[in-house]
């Protein structure tokens, strides 16, 4: 890869988006063309964010927000596409600092299965992957929490009330792996910089962003009224049944 | 040939514009509006209105080419979604001399099109308070000047509220108030009982039509507002004030015309037209005018006028007082506490209701004394959490996800809106060293908060918390999302009212001092800012000096 001229990599760049728009479906294939001539332009704004996902990554990130997102007794993450819409947001709505680490993170994940299980992440069963990533979600819970209280002691704000109760277990895991980054993409002089977040969270947050904000994420897994025609204050709610989703 | 004659001329076709366009046009006056931006024809043009939130590539957020594009916009409401309606700031830089956000909408409708919509009466505890504490100058006018031109606009724009007899948000012409929730509902009766009624929660008065008006529908619960709504159930001027104007055969609108300068009869000091380059093709034509009403916006109205008459006033029209440019104000906000409201979990909500609860003023007013002057409004709403909330929530699996595709727990969370004194040293003024697309040197802005401001704010945070508490909410955490000028994008000043010509640039009518055919409406012309929203006091202001225009050219005093 690193042999290949600037050419060459704009060429398959332009190919893996494509790609993804297919594999996002009929409404996005309209935008694809849109989103074609929006990466060309912006190449050369923001250096070093290519995002070359290849199919084998997108199957990847399915099989995490699968293990997050399982099918149910509604579909599961992989059915609303969810690998794809991850692949594109890493590659284009995040900065250099945190695509590295989020391909960091999957290439982490591969590594920490091959070590405990002897086998890749896409090998392991359902059940391997479940344990894994449960880990990783302890930890990153417990570093953003970590990070969360930190920047409401530096603004002098009281701490939150309830903590997540889990996160205050395993004591003995490592401290935030991202304290020594820069700080992410442009921002206005007085505004906090903003530290890019563990790679589990990122994986977690656009996993479900990407599932619960599909098409089978509005109408399959949620109640969703294009709509609504008018606003009841105050109904009985059942236990267990679905959310009616936001829209705005 | 088209005419260049007109009776008046709207500069800006935004909240102002279009009320100064309505009342001129329906008083027999033939209107020229002219708006900088792009046309957007009401319906057809709001091209994202009725897509399905998985209809967006990257689900409404925005890229890093976006944020690149939009290093302003970026700070706060950057979006994929209504994207289009935000300004093009490559093309229209400003110079920011300490943090200011400036967010503009350049097109017919400016930001009626994307406003929240919240829509407050201002009381006499507002417009006093300059005169009573010694701050600034005194407001010329007084609330029973402009109680029968809230009624006016009340009545056609439709503001959605609930009549509670307080003295400091009096009650309007409203229609039927949207309901609280049960949350809401919960939390409004233990406050009043908590506070012996001091501190009291309201329904938004909001103006989106509870039931139809005249080419409108009544509102459908959407709550996709900031998209443009294809049943016209919001005010904007596309659904409201645009077609009363054009109705009287008697507008012409004018988009892609940016006025380079008012033109002014030295002699008598009285404007002649204005000056108008095409965005376009870049051909300057001049029309003429009786009367010229500025309601370009808060900063745009000001920075046309320090671009007219430099032969005169080197400071440009109106700048005799030393006051044109200064007194730069907005609501400080995003601070304030949350909390879990319990024993609802039976209970849920359907429809999504564009509209939240409103929690009037009460500090230092009623023989309560702070250690800073003025005060603040809440603005919130008690809802069940959504899936987001699990992203923050450990665990992954099957379990978590059938959670987290239930409604959560009830959560209400509110954001106090502070007032801001208006301050000499807050000031916006030409930076001749940059231009923008169009070759005018662009606005430079300095501007910032101060210690009533700060002080203030502590209150803001700790208020809600203790409302919290106090109404049984469970694990009420406070905020402070952090705060710089022009990010409540509701500035005002820099071109004040006052009843003075050598300290204020307006007098009680709106008129130039400097130049009586000359209006200035939007909220430029605002002596304080109060802590409520202030647009429904520019469509008052608007209206009531259109009136008074209209009389003064009968009287052949213009």
Redesign the interface.
């Known amino acids: 890869m690193t042999s290949e001229t600037g050419q060459l990599r704009l060429v398959s760049r332009r190919e893996a988006i494509r790609r993804v728009s297919a594999l ?1 479906g009929g ?2 294939f309209i ?1 694809g063309n849109r ?1 074609l001539a ?2 060309e ?2 190449s050369p ?2 250096e070093g ?1 290519v995002g070359e996902f290849t199919a084998a990554d997108i199957a990847f990130l399915d099989e995490i927000a699968e ?4 099918e ?3 579909p ?1 993450a992989k059915a609303a596409k969810t690998g794809a ?1 991850m692949a ?2 890493v590659t ?4 250099p600092a945190e695509q590295r680490i989020f391909r960091e993170g999957m290439r982490k994940i591969d590594e920490a299965m091959k070590k405990a299980k002897d086998v890749t992440f896409m090998q392991a069963t359902p059940a391997q992957r ?1 344990a894994l ?2 880990a990783l ?2 930890e990153q ?1 417990r570093v ?1 929490d970590a990070r969360d209280a930190a920047e409401r002691r530096e ?1 002098g ?2 701490p ?3 903590a ?1 109760p ?2 205050k277990a395993d004591q003995n895991l490592p401290d935030d792996p991202n304290n020594d980054l820069p700080v992410v ?2 921002r ?5 910089p903003k530290k890019p977040a563990h790679y589990f ?1 990122m994986m ?2 656009l996993a ?3 599932y ?4 089978i ?2 109408t399959k ?2 109640r969703y ?24 | 040939m088209q005419s260049t004659s007109f009776d008046a001329i709207v500069v800006g076709s935004g909240i102002s514009g279009g009320w100064a366009a309505k009342e001129l046009t329906e008083k027999g006056l033939r209107v020229l509006l002219l708006e900088r931006g792009r046309n957007v024809e009401h319906i057809k043009d709001y091209v994202n209105a009725t897509k399905g939130p998985w209809e967006y590539l990257h689900r409404g957020g925005r890229t890093t080419a976006m944020e690149e594009a939009y290093q302003v916009l970026r700070r706060d409401v950057l979006n994929e979604k209504n994207l289009a309606f935000w300004v093009n700031e490559k093309e229209s830089p400003y110079t920011e001399v300490k943090r200011f956000d400036w967010y503009r909408g350049y097109q017919v409708g400016g930001r009626s099109l994307m406003w929240g919509r919240q829509s407050y009466r201002w009381s006499d505890f507002d417009f006093e308070a300059n005169a009573k504490e010694g701050i600034a100058v005194d407001w010329p006018i007084r609330y029973n000047e402009l109680a029968p031109w809230y009624d006016h606009v009340e009545r056609h724009a439709g503001i959605s509220g609930s009549r509670e007899g307080l003295p400091q948000l009096p009650d309007g012409q409203f229609l039927p108030a949207m309901p609280f929730n049960c949350g809401e509902e919960l939390l409004a009766g233990r406050l009043k009982d908590a506070f012996d009624g001091k501190r009291r929660m309201i329904i938004g008065r909001v103006a989106n039509a509870t039931k139809a008006l005249e080419g409108r529908s009544a509102c459908k619960y959407r709550n996709a507002c900031w998209l443009g709504c294809p049943y016209g159930a919001y005010f904007s001027t596309q659904s409201s004030t645009l077609p009363a104007a054009a109705k009287t055969g008697k507008l012409t609108l004018k988009p892609w015309s940016i006025v380079t300068e008012v033109l002014l009869d030295k002699k008598h000091k009285r404007a002649t037209g204005v000056r108008v380059l095409d965005a376009v093709t870049e051909q300057t034509t001049e029309y003429t005018a009786k009367v010229i009403f500025l309601c370009a916006s808060t900063l745009n109205s000001t920075w046309l006028l320090m671009r007219s008459a430099t032969d005169v006033w080197p400071g440009g029209l109106g700048s005799s007082s030393g006051e044109l440019g200064h007194n730069l104000m907005d609501h400080h906000f995003r601070a304030g506490a949350e909390g879990f409201l319990e024993g609802l979990d039976d209970k849920y909500y359907f429809g999504r209701r564009p509209n939240g609860i409103y929690v009037p003023r009460y500090r230092n007013l009623f023989g309560d004394k702070r250690d800073y002057l003025r005060g603040f409004g809440y603005q919130g709403s008690a809802s069940r959490d959504g899936w987001m909330r699990a992203v923050k929530e450990l665990g992954i699996g099957a379990t978590f996800k059938d959670e987290a595709s239930t409604p959560g727990p009830w959560k209400f969370g509110a954001t106090a809106f502070g007032e801001m004194l208006p301050n000499h040293a807050n000031v916006a003024g030409l930076d001749h060293e940059r231009k923008d697309k169009w070759g005018l040197p662009v606005l430079k802005i300095d501007c910032a908060t101060g210690e009533n401001e700060r002080l203030m704010r502590k209150d803001m945070i700790n208020d809600m918390a203790e409302m919290l508490e106090q109404t049984g909410a469970k694990d009420v955490s406070t905020y402070d999302s952090g705060y710089f000028p022009g990010m409540g994008i509701h500035e005002m000043g820099t071109a004040r009212m006052g009843r003075d010509p050598k300290t204020s640039v307006l007098n009680a009518h709106n008129q130039v001092w400097d130049a009586p055919n000359v209006f200035v409406t939007d909220g430029s012309s605002m002596t304080s800012s109060a802590c409520q929203n202030p647009s429904l006091t520019y469509m008052a202001l608007t209206a009531r000096a259109a009136d008074f225009a209209v009389q003064e050219l009968n009287r052949r005093n213009l």
């Open positions: 996002l409404a996005a935008g989103l929006a990466v332009n912006a704004l923001v964010s293990t997050i997102l399982p149910t007794k509604t599961g819409f594109l947001m284009e709505s995040y900065w479940l990533l449960t979600d302890r819970v953003m603004k704000l009281a939150r009330p309830a997540a889990a996160a993409g442009v206005a002089v007085g505004e906090v969270r977690k947050e479900m962003l990407g619960f904000t599909s098409e994420g509005y897994v949620m009224a294009e709509v609504p025609g008018r606003f009841d204050p105050c109904l009985p709610y059942t236990p267990g049944d679905p959310a009616w989703a936001d829209h705005a």
